[in-house]
Every structure is written in structure tokens, then in C-alpha cells.
DNA sequence: TTTCTATTATACCGTTCGGTATACAACCTG
DNA sequence: CAGGTTGTATACCGAACGGTATAATAGAAA
């Protein structure tokens, strides 16, 4: 079994500098030490490591975003506890979440989108109805929830973006006010 | 000569849709129509194909640039008209615009991001210098000069993005008042 | 000890990969 | 007409691709 996790890693590793079509089968196992069959026993096939490796990351994600908007507050709260909760997914294992990042850029007919695609689309919805649910705030959105969902993952993803260039070694963690200014940028461009 | 337009634009529509590693140099030359030393007698090799297409495309996007900026004005003016610029380039080809982005965010040590990365930074440097040159208007940015040009850069793809959802058909252009919003909303986040 | 299951390796499959040696047209130039 | 250049196709290269048939290994269970 601690072969299969190794293999996982070993993928990341690969898919995320090099992307997912630029590595072979081959380079992953021989990256771990093993050998074909064992990564087929396990996965099946190619893309069914990559979306393993998806599934088990999301699964926490789901867990975490839960519980930010399970909790009692207004839209801004709710929004300040989801980028909170990606800010921190996004400390714990910035390998997975830059991976993530270029896989929801890449091309839309490419089998690694095709594989990412539910579960991105899974998290739109949650945020979507997180302004669907603030509409006695918000006033009439005239259907532009989604519009405002995009924008506020694109907020978040460039903010983090622009945080590895800052602090490229991963020194300190985002801070508290860091993610309020980030909230508050946002709301701002909303309300106006 | 027409061939060797004719192979671009195949290739241009199948990166596109596929992803650069994803496309094999056969699919191609089937798909124009042409055999492979066709392909090779214009460009060499498969990155070739890739790098003329970018040089070209890049080449109209550094003329209009130049023009955005050698006009008179405060910062304001020259981001909305980098802005306007980078616009009608996206609307003229979005293709191309989104293939761009896709290869932008694309693996770090993939053949292809290697491709962008120079054109990519070089429009970088043009917008740091934008706001270097702006200092007796911004004050002391404290080196944060590239963050605001990632910024800028990344708020003018994001809503590019966001109009592709909302405007899929592509139906009507992007107007002055729609850009003026864009550039309010990221000066707002510099000056707070 | 035997048997079963889980895990791993050897060695191979057919296909596709990026790339090329060669030759043959078509064309312009003299 | 002769000769060079440009452009294109046939047919092929070795290597790598994703994937698998088969068997050996190990440990637990009986």
C-alpha cells in the first residue's frame, strides 16, 4: 500500500513540472523505483492516477469547505472563510494546487481538463449558491451569481499566484488581514 | 505559401483544443490536408510550429502596444489603452488569446511554456515600466511595480475569461465604458 | 503444510511518436 | 532547352507510447 502512495507522489511531482501529457507511464514508476504492472494494478490506467490523485485532494477540500460555510455570518464572512480555507489548501500542498491551476487552464478537449472538470464544477456551484443564498444583501443579481463566483475563484487564484512570486520558499503563512484586504478588494468591485 | 498559413492555422485550432502535447505532428498534416516533411520543410520541427505561431501573433501584439504607450497621459490613459489593446487582440483572435493562457499557465519545464515565457515576460517588462514610469503619480510602489503588473495583466485575462462565458458567440465587441469599469476597479485596489 | 490473496517483475504487445532520406514535380531563370 | 530552387509525397527510421499476459514472490489463513 505505501507503494501506492508513493506512486502518487512520484505522479504529482511529474504532471505538475511537466505537465500531464509530457510524462510517460514509464518516467512515473521508474521515478518511484517500480515497475508498470504495479502502477496498473493499482490505477488502471494513466488517467486513473491523475484522477485519483484529484479525488483524494478534493475530498479534503470538500470537508474544509463544508465546514467554512456551515458556520452562521453574512456573504462577506462566508467569503472570507472560503478563501481562508483555499489559502491554507493552498500552503499545505502548493504541488497539487499550482497542478490544479494549470489543469483547469488547459485545453477543454484534453483528456486531464475532461478529468478535472466535475469537480471544478462542483465547487462553482457551492460558491454560486453562496450568492444565491445572500441575495436579501445583495439585491437582484440579474443571474450574474456565476459571473460573481468566476470572479471571485479568479480573485483568489491570482492572489495566490502572485503570493508565489512573492514568497517563492514559502516562508510565512498568509496572514489573517491578507485575506481580509484580499475579501474586501473583491466586495468592493461588487458593490460598485 | 499558402500551405505553410494553412498548417499554422491547423495547428493554432488543434493546440487549442487539445493541448500542444496532446497533438501529434501526423494529426496536423492529415488535418490540412498535407503530408509531414511538408510541416518540417516550413518549420523545422514540431516547437517550430508552436514558436512561428507565437513570434507571428506576438508581432501585431508589439506594434499595437507601442502605440498604446507613446502617447501622452497619465497612468490611467496608458492602462486603458494597454487595456483596449490587449482587447481587441483577444477579440480579433481568440483562438489564439486562449491558447496564450493556457500555455501561460501551463508546467513550468513543458517544450511549450519554454516557447511563451520569453514574449510573456517581455510584455511584463513593458508594463513594469509603465509603472515605474508613473512613480510622481503613484509615490513610493516600494518595488512592488511587478506585482502591479502581474495584477494588471491577470484582472484584464480574468475578464476576458469572464466575457467568454457571457458572451460565447462572440455577438458584440467589447465597449470603452466596459474597459473604463475594468481599469477603475484595478486602480482602486493600487490606491486603497 | 497447503492454499489463497495481494503485490510485484519480466517480457512483450501493437501503435504512435517526432523526424528524415530520397525522389519527383513545378517553377523560375538563364 | 538546361539548371537550380521551391515545395511536396512515398516510405521509412528508432524510440517511446500506453497497456498487458504471465508468472514469481510474499504473507496470512486454513
Tied chains: 1, 2.
Excluded: W
Excluded at 511531482?13 to 518511484?32: C, H, P, R, S, T
Excluded at 470537508?63 to 464572512?77: C, M, N, P, T, Y
Excluded at 514568497?167 to 474586501?184: F, G, M
Amino acid at each position: 500500500m505505501e507503494n501506492r502512495a508513493l506512486l502518487l507522489q512520484c505522479a504529482k511531482e511529474l504532471f505538475y513540472a511537466k505537465g500531464y501529457d509530457a510524462v510517460g507511464v514509464q518516467e512515473i514508476v521508474e521515478k518511484a523505483g517500480l515497475t508498470k504492472p504495479t502502477l496498473y494494478y493499482y490505477f488502471g490506467s494513466k488517467i486513473g492516477v491523475l484522477k485519483t490523485l484529484i479525488e483524494t485532494k478534493f475530498d479534503e477540500l470538500r470537508i474544509s469547505v463544508q465546514e467554512a460555510l456551515d458556520s452562521e455570518g453574512d456573504i462577506r464572512k462566508h467569503l472570507y472563510c472560503l478563501a481562508e480555507v483555499y489559502c491554507r489548501f493552498f500552503e499545505q500542498d502548493r504541488e497539487f494546487y499550482m497542478l490544479m491551476m494549470a489543469l483547469f487552464y488547459s485545453a477543454r478537449e484534453n483528456e486531464a481538463y475532461k478529468a478535472i472538470r466535475p469537480y471544478v464544477a462542483e465547487f462553482y456551484e457551492t460558491i454560486v449558491k453562496v450568492f444565491e443564498n445572500a441575495s436579501h444583501e445583495l439585491g437582484n443579481m440579474n443571474g450574474r451569481q456565476r459571473q460573481f463566483a468566476v470572479g471571485f475563484i479568479g480573485t483568489v487564484n491570482h492572489y495566490l499566484l502572485v503570493h508565489c512570486e512573492i514568497d517563492p520558499e514559502q516562508k510565512e503563512e498568509i496572514s489573517k488581514e491578507q485575506i481580509t484586504s484580499l475579501i474586501n478588494q473583491f466586495m468592493y468591485g461588487i458593490f460598485s
